[in-house]
T-cell receptor
Framework: NAGVTQTPKFQVLKTGQSMTLQCAQDMNHNSMYWYRQDPGMGLRLIYY???????DKGEVPNGYNVSRLNKREFSLRLESAAPSQTSVYFC?????????????FGPGTRLTVL | AQSVTQLDSQVPVFEEAPVELRCNYSSSVSVYLFWYVQYPNQGLQLLLKYLSGSTLVESINGFEAEFNKSQTSFHLRKPSVHISDTAEYFCAVTPPGQGGKLIFGQGTELSVKP
């Protein structure tokens, strides 16, 4: 039982390049989330998916797109990377998607945009 | 809208000393409250949460937090810390019915020294 896995662990991009961050969970959870973590700002929600086939914007969605490929996988895409998107990205999942649910986090992807 | 303030960005303590990590929140509606912990180079994991009932909640590794509605606080305490408690601690809130959209504080780095 691997929990939440993320690939890649590290990535360096040049301004304007695109890339997709992958996330998968094996806990049969319905809801999945993408956060970014920046020093002194905690974690901020980028997008979330309450259930398979649905996605919605979080607090900081600009510059990102997401795809809920199936119940297990939730990907985050940067179409044209900018230095402001340098951050650590975390994927999380929860069983039902209710406010009281515990969220389970992956190990993160450290992205640098030059 | 909700916001969370963690009053200390860094807290250095000696092993076996008590510690308190402070968290205050702002919200016009009732909220659920969470503490998550991030050990070095790992994702976040739930430490404890308050949903309703007794205002004092405990974790399995000796931490406790008390919900104080009048002071809008949810401070985290441990009477005697270990080296292994060195980590970053995040306070988070979400209103009921918001589908798990957590609002995080800035984080507090707890550094336990021998």
């Amino acid at each position: 039982n691997a929990g939440v896995t993320q690939t890649p662990k590290f990535q360096v991009l040049k301004t304007g390049q695109s890339m997709t961050l992958q996330c998968a969970q094996d806990m049969n959870h319905n809801s999945m989330y993408w956060y970014r973590q920046d020093p002194g700002m905690g974690l901020r929600l980028i997008y979330y998916s309450a259930s398979e086939g649905t996605t919605d914007k979080g607090e900081v969605p600009n510059g990102y797109n997401v795809s809920r490929l199936n119940k297990r996988e939730f990907s985050l895409r940067l179409e044209s990377a900018a230095p402001s998107q340098t951050s650590v990205y975390f994927c999380a999942s929860s069983e039902i998607g209710k406010s009281e649910d515990t969220q389970y986090f992956g190990p993160g992807t450290r992205l640098t945009v030059l | 809208a909700q916001s969370v303030t963690q009053l200390d960005s860094q807290v250095p303590v000696f092993e076996e000393a008590p510690v308190e990590l402070r968290c205050n929140y702002s919200s016009s509606v009732s909220v659920y409250l969470f503490w998550y912990v991030q050990y070095p180079n790992q994702g976040l994991q739930l430490l404890l949460k308050y949903l309703s009932g007794s205002t004092l909640v405990e974790s399995i590794n000796g931490f406790e937090a008390e919900f104080n509605k009048s002071q809008t606080s949810f401070h985290l305490r441990k009477p005697s810390v270990h080296i292994s408690d060195t980590a970053e601690y995040f306070c988070a809130v979400t209103p009921p019915g918001q589908g798990g959209k957590l609002i995080f504080g800035q984080g507090t780095e707890l550094s336990v020294k021998p």
